[in-house]
């Protein structure tokens, strides 16, 4: 794994309009500062939702995800007998 120097992250807080906790919810997400960057959407692309709502969308759908794995896990199993 290449670690990201704290200037490309502080680049990329800087572009993006974020926070230290958008930040840490990148890292926790496995992102890096190349792909916020990317991530920022031009004039000519207005369906694309800001930087954070794109943090906070993959956050979301990962906990979900999580969240019925967990429920499918704790569900008692039918035996196929």
Known sequence: M???????????KKK???NNEDIALA?????????????IPS??????????DWLHEIDEKRQ????QKQERKERPQKSSS
């Open 2 to 12: 290449v670690a990201y120097s704290e200037a490309m992250w502080a680049e990329a």
């Open 16 to 18: 993006c309009r974020l």
């Open 27 to 39: 890292k926790r997400l496995g992102l890096n500062p190349r792909s916020l960057i990317k991530n």
């Open 43 to 52: 004039r000519s692309e207005p369906w694309k939702a800001p930087v954070k």
């Open 64 to 67: 979900k995800k999580a969240a």
